[in-house]
């Protein structure tokens, strides 16, 4: 695990609180994409600098 993701603990804890209805485009790995999100604010980049 790296030093910014969720721990296995935290995803177990919000899971359960993400939208599980599977309408439109497929969803890619919601972990993944929180992971990212929580990345930028806890290094403080820039949203232009996440790809």
């Known amino acids: 695990m790296r030093r ?5 603990f935290e ?3 919000i ?3 993400l939208p599980n209805k ?10 993944r ?3 990212g999100i ?3 604010f806890r290094t ?3 949203w232009r600098d996440i790809p």
């Open 44 to 46: 403080g980049s820039p």
């Open 22 to 31: 599977r309408r439109g485009v497929p969803r890619v790995n919601d972990r």
């Open 15 to 17: 899971e359960p609180l």
């Open 4 to 8: 910014h993701e969720l721990t296995d």
């Open 11 to 13: 995803w177990k804890i």
């Open 33 to 35: 994409v929180l992971n």
């Open 38 to 40: 929580l990345w930028r």
